[in-house]
Nanobody, 122 residues
Framework: QVQLVESGGGLVQAGDSLRLSCAAS????????MGWFRQAPGKEREFVAA????????AAADSVKGRFTISRENGEDTVYLQMNSLKPEDTAVYYC???????????????WGQGTQVTVSS
């Protein structure tokens, strides 16, 4: 079992930056690939970014490429999502998740946090 707790969300203006954090506890964090997903009201959950267990590989959705960066600190059992140049369409609840295998498919993730709200005003 892995417990995940997100933090760092909030209300910002377009063009601002935010850094989301996801603290993990339970089983060995470094054995899991980690991902960030988001869900806006009335929309399906969508992939944002993912990183392999070692941090050696990562991927990001086209909609956030060049603006968002995922990283992890295995020594601190934490994964981050640095979000720059935020847009109103980035408004959503952001979730971090852990998977036993490297994947960008949300249904393949085994453990989820409770989510943190990010709201970007225009």
């Amino acid at each position: 079992q892995v417990q995940l707790v997100e933090s760092g969300g909030g209300l910002v203006q377009a063009g601002d930056s935010l850094r989301l954090s996801c603290a993990a506890s339970g089983r060995t964090f470094s054995r899991y690939a980690m991902g960030w997903f988001r869900q806006a009201p009335g929309k399906e959950r969508e992939f944002v970014a993912a990183i392999s267990w070692s941090g050696g590989a990562s991927a990001a959705a086209d909609s956030v490429k060049g603006r968002f960066t995922i990283s992890r600190e295995n020594g601190e059992d934490t994964v981050y999502l640095q979000m720059n140049s935020l847009k109103p369409e980035d408004t959503a609840v952001y979730y971090c998740a852990a998977a036993k295998y490297w994947t960008t498919v949300w249904k393949s993730y085994d453990y989820w946090g409770q989510g943190t709200q990010v709201t970007v005003s225009s």
